[in-house]
């Protein structure tokens, strides 16, 4: 299938097609026969096309944790090249960056308000945190995105890291080499490192977070004794068929390599894959579709059970990210102090709020705000969180209509000068225990 484009290279209205599977050896193609057929690399491929492999592991791989993608495009990459320049990274930041001077506390920010003047997604990244290394493949970056307009004539790859798109306001379409994903509110979509796409605002101006992962690509985490359902199940999960441009006319590509951007001028859409087949490749997910486990007794479940994708690490149990979803679900265990409790962690923790309301945050956390409990930093539900939970009947209790993410990192983060200077920091939030008031009792058992 081939979506037309109009003048200046936006897309048509046509709704994007997909292939449902997560991490299937898929193929697809906009044109009957552009897809050889038994092989990868022909003498001449049909239509004129050229062949070339997008690698997202070393060649060596073991098969299970291999990934590659052969695509047939009307001109290789090497030919969208150009005299490269350092361009302007704006408000984007990179581990490890060390710009400002946090005390050791709990941080909370309201949402950052759209701007009002023209804006493209690349000109509207801001990094809240760091953490790792990305040329040593490891950790991330948590952003926040704003964009008043769709991208023009401008096309943008991330060679250091996958970029995970969480939406909270407006909608994103991607156009991506492999084909077209729309991603809105309670979606995320993924794109792998090194694949070009253009982000366009269907719908008008948009907001959301991004997680850029230097580690290992984001997959299913495994489901030990839950076993073999419930969780993120790999049907939901929806990759592009073939879309491309065949469009000859002046645009920018710039890269992301290195910490730092890197543009050129090109004369043509590098967005020309006309088929491809393999199993790296982007993809999204709705939220909505995670089944949710937990305690049907007693007590309260690690936040794990929540975990929809991981991004490992070497040392067996500890992620390099964990991205974990809090969607809507029942509460119904007994004589348990149902939100999460008190605790300080190794892990740490950046928190959104998608729509709805946290529950361990009734007060103070809302649609589009952000916070961090980094590594062994206490956190917890603010007072009055505890008084309703502790003195609650405790019946069944459905949550709705909520939606809140957590992105956790075994590396500590660190604030950038950007987010430590926003006037949505929120300046007593740290101090938020201290309104827990004393209730030892020793008289009483």
Not at 24 to 47: D, H, K, M
Not at 280 to 298: E, I, N, Q, T
Not at 400 to 411: D, N, S, V
Request: charged fraction near 20%; proline fraction near 10%; aromatic fraction near 12%.
């Amino acid at each position: 299938m081939n979506y037309p484009v109009k003048p200046g290279g936006l897309t048509t209205t046509a709704a994007p097609a997909y292939q449902s599977g997560f991490g299937n050896g898929f193929e697809t193609e906009a044109l009957p026969g552009a897809l050889p057929v038994g092989r990868n690399s022909p003498q001449r491929c049909a239509y004129g096309l050229y062949a070339e492999q997008i690698s997202g592991s070393p060649f060596t791989a073991p098969r299970a944790a291999n990934e590659r993608s052969w695509l047939y495009r009307i001109r290789p990459t090497v030919a969208h090249w150009g005299e490269f320049r350092r361009a302007d990274a704006g408000l984007w930041r990179t581990a490890p960056c060390t710009e400002a001077e946090m005390p050791p506390a709990p941080l909370r920010w309201d949402p950052v308000p759209l701007p009002t003047e023209e804006m493209d997604f690349l000109g509207g990244v801001r990094t809240v945190t760091t953490a790792g290394d990305a040329a040593a493949r490891s950790g991330m970056a948590a952003h926040l995105y704003v964009a008043t307009r769709s991208m023009r004539d401008e096309y943008f790859y991330n060679a250091d890291g996958e970029m995970l798109f969480v939406p909270q306001q407006g909608a994103l379409r991607l156009w991506t080499e492999f084909g077209i994903i729309d991603a809105a509110p309670g979606e995320i979509a993924v794109v792998p490192r090194g694949v070009k796409l253009r982000v366009e605002l269907p719908a008008g101006p948009a907001r959301g977070y991004l997680c850029e992962n230097y580690g290992a690509a984001l997959t299913l985490p495994e489901r030990g004794p839950i076993g073999a359902n419930c969780l993120a199940n790999p049907r939901d999960f929806l990759t592009p068929v073939a879309a491309y441009e065949d469009r000859e006319a002046p645009s920018r590509l710039v890269v992301k390599w290195g910490g730092a951007m890197w543009a050129a001028e090109i004369g043509q859409s590098p967005l020309d894959v006309v088929a491809w087949h393999g199993n790296y490749a982007p993809y999204k997910y709705d939220l909505r579709r995670f089944s949710p486990v937990g305690p049907l007794l007693f007590d309260h479940a690690d936040p794990s059970i929540y975990t929809t994708l991981t991004s490992g690490s070497e040392t067996p149990g500890t992620a390099n990210i964990d991205f974990v979803v809090f969607p809507d679900r029942w509460a119904v265990a007994e004589d348990t102090f149902r939100p999460p409790w008190y605790h300080m962690n190794v892990m740490s923790e950046f928190m959104g709020l998608i729509y709805g309301q946290y529950d361990a945050k009734p007060q103070g956390f809302v649609p589009g705000g952000f916070s961090l409990h980094n590594a062994m930093l206490p956190h917890g539900p603010d007072a009055e969180a505890f008084e309703a939970a502790s003195n609650a009947e405790l019946k069944p209790h459905k949550l709705e209509g909520t939606m809140a993410f957590m992105l956790e990192t075994r590396f500590p983060q660190q604030v950038t000068a950007w987010a430590a200077g926003l006037p949505q920091l929120q300046r007593d939030y740290g101090s938020y225990g201290s309104r827990l008031r004393k209730r030892f009792d020793p008289s009483r058992p």
